[in-house]
């Protein structure tokens, strides 16, 4: 299943599902987290701290996901992520995260990845 403009997750039973309209497609992006080997199906447009949280995985997230900390820094392994944006540049280099990392809170998911951290 593939959700359009899905805008925002919520939890509904324990599970993240979109705020917005749905569409639903036989393409929807699965995120591997490695090296725990977990794969999870999310709703295009998801946001990758959420999936990590979702799949049990420990994340930090000292800013309430807002850019500022730096934590959740992690290494995108293989799939299509966007370019990263100046805000997302200047919280890596104020929290001397290592540049090849991306922060999960700025990312979305809208490709099949293979995400690592270090902590995993």
Do not use: F, M
Request: hydrophobic residues 35%; positive net charge; proline residues 6%.
């Amino acid at each position: 299943r593939r959700w359009t403009s899905c805008g925002d997750l919520r939890r509904s039973g324990g599970r993240l599902q979109p705020t917005g309209d749905v569409a639903y497609d036989s393409r929807v992006p699965t995120v591997r987290l490695l090296p725990k080997g977990i794969e999870i199906r999310v709703p295009k447009g998801a946001r990758l701290i959420d999936v990590v949280r979702e799949a049990g995985l420990p994340i930090a997230r000292a800013c309430g996901d807002d850019l500022v900390c730096g934590k959740c820094g992690v290494r995108i392994l293989s799939g299509r992520v966007s370019r990263e944006a100046p805000v997302e540049r200047r919280a890596k280099e104020r929290n001397r995260v290592a540049p090849e990392l991306r922060l999960a809170c700025a990312l979305r998911v809208n490709h099949d990845l293979s995400v690592s951290a270090d902590y995993w």
